[in-house]
């Protein structure tokens, strides 16, 4: 086969035994602990929303090393989000809730990181907010770990810590929509494949971040994923 372009390079995360996870699509869950929800100016167990950033927007962190991101253009008002990823390892339609456990490959820590001011921008025009969701280096994320060592990941502490100082803490137990319910609700809408990434929420605490700054992320289980600003 004759490619005019040469073809990008197939974005891998690295696995906590020494393999790598190919990565396919990337989705986040909107709004999915409800003291962030407050934050964000909705309350309640409304029904889950999904966007999605491209692979490439994913920031590689191997474990025990400190990634660096640049601050994005167009934004001064730069977010963190810590969030657990759920990595599916097998995929599916129309998957039903009690099933959705057997698709999940295995977990990592991840960061959707948010240009708020464009995002905000678009919400008041009424436009899709990728320009704030899905540029260049917004999905920082550390090794994978497998369901098989880790078990369930279904409570456990999330932290997210900028130069010492706590910002974000909750709880796995305290997301709105299950991992198994955000894996039914995206099968009904998408095809998933293994590959795929889920973004599955952040706690209350976001806010911004500024350059030479760095956040420490924590969940339990999973270790720390450490992220400079430069």
């Known amino acids: 086969m004759s490619f005019v372009l040469t073809p990008p390079a197939q974005v891998v995360v690295p696995v906590s035994d020494g393999r790598s996870f190919p990565v396919h699509r990337v989705y986040c869950v909107g709004r999915n602990y409800v003291e962030h929800a407050k934050e964000m100016g909705h309350t309640g167990r409304e029904p889950p929303f999904f966007f999605l950033k491209p692979a490439d927007a994913v920031l590689v962190v191997p474990e025990g090393?400190?990634?660096?991101?640049?601050?994005?253009?167009?934004?001064?008002?730069?977010?963190?989000?810590?969030?657990?990823?759920?990595?599916?390892?097998?995929?599916?339609?129309?998957?039903?809730?009690?099933?959705?456990?057997?698709?999940?490959?295995?977990?990592?820590?991840?960061?959707?990181?948010?240009?708020?001011?464009?995002?905000?921008?678009?919400?008041?025009?009424?436009?899709?907010?990728?320009?704030?969701?899905a540029f260049e280096q917004s999905a920082p994320i550390g090794p994978v770990h497998p369901i098989a060592r880790t078990g369930r990941l279904d409570k456990g502490a999330i932290t997210l810590h900028v130069d010492g100082q706590l910002r974000q803490k909750g709880d796995l137990s305290e997301l709105i929509w299950s991992v198994d319910e955000i894996i039914a609700h995206l099968s009904s809408a998408w095809l998933l494949q293994p590959g795929d990434l889920i973004f599955s929420g952040t706690p209350a605490g976001v806010g911004a971040v500024q350059r030479g700054e760095l956040?420490?992320?924590?969940?339990?289980?999973l270790g720390k994923l450490r992220v400079a600003v430069r």
């Open 215 to 221: 956040m420490e992320c924590a969940i339990d289980g």
């Open 65 to 133: 090393a400190t990634g660096e991101m640049a601050y994005p253009s167009q934004t001064a008002n730069l977010h963190h989000e810590v969030e657990l990823v759920v990595a599916i390892g097998r995929g599916g339609r129309d998957i039903p809730v009690a099933e959705a456990s057997q698709h999940v490959w295995g977990y990592a820590i991840g960061l959707d990181m948010t240009r708020r001011d464009l995002q905000n921008d678009m919400k008041k025009q009424g436009r899709p907010w990728c320009i704030g969701k």
